[in-house]
């Protein structure tokens, strides 16, 4: 499966607190670290290769969803944008 080029963002907003999650997808980048992960500010953000973050998502998909049902709020479409 090839991506498609151009960079792209993702953004979520939680609720109270109000934390941004933030992801930036950039095919065109010349090292093997096309996305960026950024919760808040501050220091969690981390640059992942595509199999990290296919990785990231299993694993945090199946301990998120050992926790319950998941929250009205992230029941939304989640669009790129160009910025």
Do not use: K, N, Q
């Not at 499966?1 to 934390?19: I, K, N, V």
């Not at 990290?52 to 029941?75: K, N, Q, T, Y």
């Amino acid at each position: 499966m090839t991506a498609p080029s151009g960079r792209r963002f993702y953004r979520l907003r939680t609720p109270e607190p109000t934390t941004a999650v933030s992801v930036r997808v950039d095919p065109d980048r010349p090292d093997p670290y096309p996305i960026y992960l950024a919760v808040g500010a501050g220091r969690r953000r981390m640059s992942l290769t595509p199999d990290e973050a296919w990785a990231l998502w299993r694993c945090l998909s199946e301990a998120v969803a050992s926790l319950g049902d998941p929250p009205d709020h992230i029941r939304t479409d989640v669009r790129p944008h160009r910025r």
